[in-house]
Each structure stands twice: as structure tokens, then as C-alpha cells.
């Protein structure tokens, strides 16, 4: 299993074979914008970078990752929305959870999540992951549930992505249970409240998971999906773990700003697929808990729209108030 290290270190990627090696041949000079919901050295952050860095390879160009946390990705899906439509400004996210979710946990958006971008393709697909730390008497949900019970308001869990969310949410209303959220903008500082017993659990992004379960520190007790991962075999899913009703999986994808020319958004789709399933993206995406998940614009527009009204499904099944 790669480790975070590793997963860093192996940013420095030989150039695509290939069409993709091509791509140079016309699109726009100058150095392209990544924008990235999250904070640097999160999950999230490590997979922009991963792809971020293949497209430099492919396209001969410089591609910077620009961080921009808060409100659960609006902050940069706004930053997006707002950006020239030049093709120097891109949005690898993930997809389901920060475009398709918004329109249900926020009253008012400062962006169309559909009509303000070209989306562009799918690129993998995933799950949080209920984990409570090493120390933790939970060894499995049933216990979890109980401890979380005896606490009543007491108990807490950390939330930063809207899967996290979502998924503590299901759980906790599975069960009745009155644990309180407690919001984070950063990861690092979530993960180590819950490995020093400041809050009881987390649903967490398995890109940043690997290294903490081989160290002892934190322990998995389910996926947030209803069946096992293939990337994570070992972790049942929600339902065999004994959560009812929880299933929510996580695919990223990649867009640009609104009338962003057709021929760079054929282009980047093109590079973009390539990339999904290329073997050494493969083989990170096992690492970070991922499957691939390679696709194109149509395919993209009808997981968006399926995914809005299933996030509306989340959010009364979850009882969450739109901010």
C-alpha cells in the first residue's frame, strides 16, 4: 500500500504517450489554474495535485494548484465561475459533492452549478470512511452507536466536506442518536482532535487514510457507501457494518467556467481520459481508496442532475437545515 510519502513523492511523472502528448499543439499559452476546494496537503489536495500533474505532462504547460477552503467548496466553485473563460482556469473537484450538493444545503448560491461551468468528464469514484481513533473502545459500529448514545450531546464528530456531512448525519438519525457536529476548515486539525479524544468520530476522504490506519492511529469501521469498495476491501460497507439507508459515494470530475471555447473544453476531456485510466493513475487511485472512473461531457451532465436530486434525498434523510 502507498503511503501519503509516497503518494507525494510520485508527483513527477514521465509525459504521456500518445494523443494526449499532443495536446500541446493548440491550446492557449500561459499557465493554467487549478482551483481546489480544499486546503493544502488535505485528501482532495493530493488528488488535484496527482492530475494537475499529468496535464502539465501532457500539455506542456505549467498547471499551479490555487487552494481555496470553506463553505464546502463554494468558496472555489465561485472562484471558477468567476474566472475568464480562456481555458486557464479548471476545476478538478469533487463533483458530486461539492456542485451536485450545494443546491441542497444552501439557501442562496452565488453560482448556477449547472449552468455556469462546462463539465467536462468524470474522473474516479469513491467513499468517506467512518473512522474513530486508535484508542477508541468502538471497534465495530454497534459499539460506536453505544458509546455515542451514553454521551447523548456530549458526543461529537468532525465534519469538512459535504460527504463527511452527510454521511455522520445518516448515521447518527439511524439510531436516534444526539452527537453534535463540529465544523472544520482544515483536515490535519480534524484528524487530530479525533486521535486525541477532543470529538469521537469522522467520515474522512481515504486518500489521507492508508497512513493512519498502518500507524494505529485511527481505525475504520465502515465505508459511507452500502457495499465494499474494490479499492477497500478490507472495510465493510454501511449496510453489512449495520447502518441502514446510508450509501453516499463520491465521484470527482473536471469543468470550466461557462463558455469556455469547445474546443479547449474537447481538448481537456480528451487529456482527462486518458489520464483516468492511465496505469500509474491507477495505481494511485488504489492507494487514496478510488476506482476510476473515465467518462465524457454528456455522461457527466446526466450524474450531475441524477446526483442534485439524490443530494436532495440526502439532506431530508439526514434532517439538514440549508444554511
Known amino acids: 500500500m502507498i503511503t501519503r510519502r509516497g503518494i507525494v513523492g510520485g508527483l513527477a511523472l514521465a509525459p504521456l504517450a500518445g494523443p494526449a502528448a499532443r495536446a500541446q499543439a493548440d491550446y492557449p499559452e500561459g499557465v493554467i489554474r487549478s482551483i481546489c476546494p480544499f486546503s493544502s496537503g488535505s485528501g482532495a489536495d493530493l488528488k488535484v495535485r496527482w492530475y494537475c500533474n499529468k496535464l502539465s505532462d501532457a500539455l506542456k504547460r505549467t498547471v499551479v494548484v490555487e487552494n481555496r477552503p470553506g463553505a464546502f467548496g463554494n468558496i472555489a ?82 465534519s469538512i466536506a459535504n460527504p463527511g456531512l452527510v454521511s455522520s ?40 487514510l492508508a497512513s493512519y490506519l498502518q500507524n494505529g492511529q485511527l481505525r475504520a469501521l465502515a465505508t459511507g457507501s452500502a457495499k465494499r469498495l474494490q479499492a477497500m476491501p478490507d472495510i465493510p460497507g454501511a449496510a453489512e457494518a449495520g447502518i441502514p439507508g446510508l450509501d453516499v459515494r463520491t465521484w470527482w470530475s473536471v469543468h470550466a467556467p461557462a463558455r469556455t471555447p469547445k474546443a479547449i473544453c474537447d481538448r481537456l476531456e480528451t487529456v482527462f481520459n486518458e489520464i483516468a485510466v492511465a496505469p500509474d493513475t491507477v495505481k494511485f487511485l488504489a492507494s487514496t481508496g478510488s476506482d476510476p472512473l473515465p467518462g465524457n461531457s454528456r455522461l457527466l451532465k446526466e450524474m450531475l442532475i441524477s446526483e442534485t436530486e439524490a443530494w436532495k434525498r440526502y439532506v431530508k434523510l439526514a434532517k439538514i437545515e440549508p444554511q
Open 169 to 208: 448525519e445518516i448515521y447518527k438519525g439511524a439510531f436516534g442518536l444526539k452527537t453534535v457536529e463540529v465544523k472544520y476548515k482544515d483536515t490535519w486539525p480534524m484528524i487530530n482532535d479525533l486521535i486525541s479524544g477532543q470529538i469521537d468520530f469522522i467520515h474522512i476522504d481515504t486518500t489521507i
Open 77 to 158: 466553485t465561485d472562484a471558477v465561475a468567476r474566472a475568464r473563460p480562456d481555458g486557464l482556469t479548471i476545476y478538478v473537484a469533487p463533483g458530486a459533492s461539492v456542485l451536485a450538493a450545494a443546491p441542497s444545503l444552501y439557501k442562496s448560491l452565488p453560482f448556477d452549478p449547472m449552468k455556469d461551468f462546462e463539465h467536462l468528464t468524470t474522473l474516479n469514484v469513491s467513499a468517506f470512511v467512518l473512522a474513530v481513533a486508535g484508542t477508541s473502545p468502538a471497534k465495530s459500529v454497534a459499539e460506536l452507536t453505544e458509546l455515542l448514545r451514553g454521551k447523548g450531546d456530549r458526543g461529537s464528530y468532525g
